[in-house]
Each structure stands twice: as structure tokens, then as C-alpha cells.
């Protein structure tokens, strides 16, 4: 059956188990030899598994999302246009850096405000010849977990391929690559009411709703599509085969954590299901094309709520209404 | 500051992937991780979500007097397996100041069963103090996605508590416990604007640093990942 998702969302949860085929799209390095690591964690469990980390998910989603907010007219500051990866922080370069504030970076930066920044704080020199720099941050509203495979079911297969050294001199070298395959868990949070605002204060800055909803919808397709077309390292020539996604979508329409619980998990979806309340709207999917109309009904039809924090007293939450009053 | 009744809440977390919470003072560029968030970083994740919650004129006034000196417990997850990895990261640069992008080695956490969080908390507050408990939604990075499952009314059992040594009970079975540096606030009454520092500012650190034990006992060492598996501090 068809989930309907409310017009407004706080926050929502992608917890999925992805089956990809021979990905090598994180890695731990060589180490110094000519044998790419695969990466490793150790599980509870006391097994140890593959595992693909979480910056390099969220790098390319960051990466899809600053297309999608240009192609929707959103404002990129000049980092993020260069796909400077360091974002606002990059900017502290630019004579006119004094006058970054963390309202400037929220207005006129779509990737910043969603995928958050961080400008480090700087003391003055003793000489005068530097001024003292606030730090300035927000967190990201996008969070992914690693990803996990599950440890039963995975396989790796050492690749023998061949590059072309760094210099004419060192000919051509042999390398060992890994191709993995496996069934991976995954989890993702996304706090799309934060959107537009200094998460450290919870202060509303951009006020233009459209503006917050565009950049909303870009963040929604970038998740959509990073996982429908998984992206990562090595992807040139070891482009990974999705070969099956099943999870759960849950969305939290006013203030409140959408629960994420780990596909590792056999009876994930269940247990997901059964927190299902007007609070917690929970859609399951089996197959890829669910998996996309669920997202496409998200893209579509929502808007990201405004914290409580922020809404008028008619809209806010008792808790929060209470909190007004004691004040008052 | 009301504290005439108190009562204990007991707050589950389930961790569905890896988290990170860094051991105070071991490198940004080679972490050592702790097996659970140790007490100011549980206060200061208070703060956080409860200005989200209910915005902070609020939090400053009524609910930060009693995050900074009320009693918090922390009870591991049931099995901790730790494991370094090495990531790409920014770090900044020391002679300029500026971010560069290099390789870091960060260890990272995977934890069986739940890790509660107990707060001694105003019988009056027990609602905001509960909300604010479900909104916490990660420890240590962005990436150590958590979910709070439950809250009860519970009191803590000491002994599966993360402890001070300095409050460590003598009469304990000698076992490879795993201890680390924490940090705490200072005291029961560091000023707001110490743990909101503005530039310019001259105030005193809000936090100290103490050796802690947890009951959590080591068990297996595979290759650079080991696990440890919690073991009362009683048995």
C-alpha cells in the first residue's frame, strides 16, 4: 500500500540493506605496498567484516546535492561552486573574510548550510599583523552511518591489475585490488528542519520558505539517487552492480528522532514497522522502483517543518509552549 | 534551583552502525576511542538538543543549572569491538592556519545491546529532561548515529557504571578492565558563558580531565580490533 507522507517533515530515516556486487568503493589505503586494503571492522559479535565508511557517502552526496541546488537556482558561496571541500572554510583565504558570518554562509550557500562547515577560531598575532577569528560552524543535517556488510554474506576476490607508474621511468606496475560483494547495512539521517537555520542557536536566518524548500528537494534527490546509484572510490573501472535494496523510510513530521535500527538486524523492517504512531510514519519497500516512488512522493510533496524553537505559539509544540510560558 | 525530589532516568540508546567518541587529549590525526560517552559530553549533548527542543533562552535559565551538577551515570553497551580506521580528513594546518586534506587514523566503535545514560533529574523536569533524552540522536561524530528505544524510571546499578578511579571500589577482581581519560565539567557550577565561549572572552576551562574505568572486560584481540565484553564491577 501507498504511503502517505505529511506535508511537512522534522526529520526522517533511511535504514536499508543494500546488495551490491564487486564495489571497492572505500578503501584503507596501501599501506605501502602495491595492495589496495580493503576496509575492515570488527563487529560485537566478535566477527569482522567489510565495511564501507560514512564520509565517503556523505562526500558524494554532497557532491550530487551542489548540482541539484544549482540546477534549482539555489546559491552556492564561491567555495562550494569550485566543489571546495573544506566549503565555508575555504573562504578565510579571501580578503573580505572578515566579514563571513554565519548568517552570509546560511543565506547564500545551499551545500553550506545543509552539509555544514566548520571555520576554525584563530587568535590574533601578538604583532597586530593578523586579527582574532570567531569560530564558526554547523553541524551537518545529513548523517551517514558506515556501512556494514553483513557477515555472512560477503565475498571478496583479490584483482590483479596493472598502472602506469607515476614517472615514464617506472614503467608500467602491478597492483592487488579487491572487488567485494556483499549485502551491506546502511543507515541514514537526515534533519531537514534545520534547513535555514544556526543549528548552535536553533535561529531561524532564511526565512524564505520556497528558498528552504528547494533546498530540500535537492538534498531528497541527491539521497535518492546515491543510493539508487551507489558512488564511491574507484568507481572509474569497479562501477558497483546494485543488485537489491530493502529497508525502511521513517519519517518524523514535528519535533522528534526518526528511529534508525540497524539492518544487521534480520528482523529490521518488522521492528521498524511495529513503531509506526502519528508521530512516526513508517514506509517499507522491498524492491528498488518502491524504494524510488516512496522517495519521488518525499521530493514532491514535502516541505521541511520549522523547529519548535522557531514556530508561531499557535504552531509550536506543548512542550515547547510550556517552556514559553514558565519564561513569560 | 529546585532539588528537594529527585528521580532517576534511565535512557536506552541503540547504535545501529559505528560511532567514535575521542579520548580527550589523544590526537585529532590518531584518536583513540572510549566504548561510550563519557559525562560532559553527555551534559553538552544535553545542552545541544535541548536548545533544539526548546530554544535557548529556556535552557539557559531553567534546564542548564541543573545539567551542569545533576548526577550522571553511563552503563556500556553489553560488547564493545574496536577497530582503527584509517580516513581521509581536513586538519588544520598549524603555521597557517589553514585546512589541509590528509590521511587520519580514528578508531571506531561497534556495540551489541543497548547503552543507557542515567540522569538524577528534578521530579518537576522529568517531561523536558525525557524529551530531550529521545531527541539526543548521535554520540561522539555525526557518523555514530544513535536512537533512544526507551526511558524509564530507573535507578543505575553502580557497578555496570563507567566510574572515576578515583571513586574506584577497592575490593575488585583483578581483569583487564578498560580505562581512559574523560573529561567533566569543572564543577557543579560552571557559568553558562564558560561552556559557550565567546572570542575575547577570558574565561577559565569548564572541564576537567579524570581517569575513568569501565566495567567492560577484555575478551578477544583480532588483528588491531578488540572486543571487550562488560563485566560487573561486583563480580
Redesign the interface.
Same mark, same amino acid.
Given at each position: 500500500m501507498k504511503k502517505q507522507f505529511p506535508s511537512h517533515i522534522y526529520e526522517l530515516s533511511i535504514?536499508v540493506r543494500a546488495t551490491w556486487q564487486a564495489q571497492s568503493t572505500s578503501n584503507?589505503?596501501s599501506n605501502g605496498t602495491n595492495r589496495l586494503m580493503p576496509?575492515?571492522?570488527? /563487529?560485537?559479535?566478535?566477527t569482522?567484516t567489510d565495511?564501507c565508511?560514512?564520509?565517503i557517502a556523505?562526500h558524494a552526496h554532497a557532491q550530487l546535492a551542489a548540482e541539484y541546488l544549482e540546477a534549482a537556482g539555489c546559491s552556492l558561496c564561491p567555495a562550494c561552486k569550485a566543489r571546495d571541500?573544506?566549503r565555508a572554510?575555504?573562504l578565510?583565504?579571501q580578503p573580505d573574510a572578515k566579514n563571513l558570518s554565519i548568517e552570509w554562509i546560511v543565506r547564500n550557500c545551499g551545500l553550506c548550510d545543509t552539509h555544514g562547515f566548520l571555520v576554525?577560531?584563530?587568535n590574533a598575532s601578538s604583532d597586530g599583523s593578523t586579527e582574532?577569528?570567531?569560530?564558526l560552524s554547523k553541524?551537518?543535517l545529513i548523517?551517514?552511518?558506515?556501512? /556494514?556488510a553483513l557477515p555472512e554474506r560477503h565475498a571478496e576476490t583479490i584483482q590483479l591489475v596493472t598502472r602506469v607508474g607515476d614517472s615514464k621511468d617506472e614503467g608500467q606496475m602491478l597492483m592487488k585490488m579487491t572487488a567485494r560483494s556483499g549485502e551491506y547495512?546502511?543507515?541514514v539521517?537526515y534533519?531537514c528542519a534545520g534547513i535555514g537555520l544556526d543549528?548552535?542557536?536553533?535561529?531561524l536566518i532564511l526565512a524564505d520558505e520556497e528558498e528552504r524548500g528547494r533546498r530540500h528537494r535537492a538534498m531528497l534527490l541527491a539521497l535518492r539517487d546515491g543510493l539508487l546509484s551507489p558512488q564511491g572510490a574507484l568507481t572509474a573501472t569497479m562501477l558497483p552492480h546494485l543488485t537489491g535494496l530493502q529497508g525502511v523510510i521513517v519519517v518524523c513530521p514535528s519535533?522528534?528522532?526518526a528511529?534508525?535500527?540497524?539492518a544487521?538486524q534480520d528482523d529490521f523492517i518488522p521492528r521498524l514497522c511495529a513503531l509506526e504512531s502519528e508521530t512516526c510514519i513508517v514506509a517499507p519497500f522491498e524492491t528498488i522502483d518502491t524504494f524510488n516512488a516512496a522517495m519521488q512522493d518525499l521530493i514532491e510533496y514535502t516541505h521541511p517543518a520549522l523547529?519548535?524553537?522557531c514556530q508561531r505559539p499557535s504552531e509550536s509544540t506543548a512542550?515547547?509552549r510550556n517552556?514559553?510560558d514558565? /519564561?513569560a | 534551583m529546585e532539588t528537594s525530589s529527585l528521580t532517576w532516568l534511565a535512557a536506552d540508546y541503540?547504535v545501529?552502525?559505528?560511532y567514535s567518541c575521542r579520548v580527550p587529549m589523544s590526537s585529532q590525526t590518531c584518536a583513540l576511542v572510549s566504548p561510550s560517552p563519557g559525562p560532559a559530553t553527555v551534559r553538552l549533548a544535553l545542552i545541544?538538543t535541548s536548545?533544539?527542543?526548546?530554544?535557548?533562552?529556556?535552557v539557559k535559565?531553567?534546564l542548564f543549572p541543573h545539567i551542569r551538577a545533576m548526577s550522571v551515570q553511563i552503563r556500556p553497551?553489553?560488547?564493545?569491538?574496536?577497530?582503527p580506521?584509517?580516513?581521509?580528513?581536513?586538519k588544520?594546518e598549524n603555521t597557517t592556519?589553514?585546512?589541509i586534506?590528509a590521511?587520519v587514523s580514528r578508531e571506531?566503535a561497534?556495540?551489541?545491546?543497548p547503552m543507557t545514560i542515567y540522569l538524577e533529574v528534578p521530579l518537576s523536569l522529568r517531561?523536558?529532561f525525557s524529551?530531550v533524552l529521545?531527541?539526543?540522536?548521535?554520540w561522539g561524530q555525526?557518523?555514530g548515529?544513535?536512537?533512544?528505544q526507551s526511558i524509564q524510571i530507573q535507578a543505575p546499578r553502580p557497578e555496570q557504571c563507567v566510574r572515576s578511579l578515583r571513586l574506584f571500589p577497592e575490593q575488585v577482581p583483578a581483569r583487564p578492565f578498560f580505562s581512559c581519560i574523560l573529561s567533566e565539567f569543572r564543577d557543579p557550577e560552571v557559568a553558562w558563558e564558560e561552556v559557550m565561549p565567546?572570542?575575547?572572552a577570558g574565561h577559565k576551562n569548564p572541564l576537567r580531565l579524570d581517569v575513568y574505568v569501565w566495567p567492560l572486560a577484555l575478551?578477544?584481540e583480532?588483528?588491531s580490533?578488540?572486543?571487550y565484553v562488560r563485566t560487573s564491577f561486583a563480580d
Open positions: 535504514n584503507a589505503g576496509r575492515r571492522q570488527s /563487529l560485537a559479535d566478535s569482522e565495511a565508511s560514512g564520509n556523505k571541500g573544506r572554510a575555504a578565510t583565504d576554525t577560531a584563530k582574532a577569528r570567531q569560530r553541524h551537518s548523517e551517514f552511518s558506515f556501512a /556494514l547495512a546502511h543507515c539521517r534533519k543549528t548552535d542557536k536553533w535561529r519535533t522528534g528522532r528511529p534508525i535500527y540497524s544487521l523547529p519548535a524553537a512542550f515547547a517552556a514559553r514558565q /519564561l | 541503540h545501529p552502525a559505528t545541544r536548545i533544539e527542543v526548546f530554544g535557548l533562552p529556556y535559565r531553567v553497551p553489553e560488547r564493545v569491538a574496536i577497530s580506521q584509517v580516513l581521509r580528513a581536513y588544520v592556519e589553514t585546512l586534506e590521511p571506531m561497534h556495540a551489541e545491546g517531561e523536558p524529551q529521545s531527541m539526543i540522536g548521535y555525526a557518523s548515529l544513535a536512537w533512544c565567546m572570542i575575547g575478551s578477544q583480532q588483528g580490533g578488540k572486543l
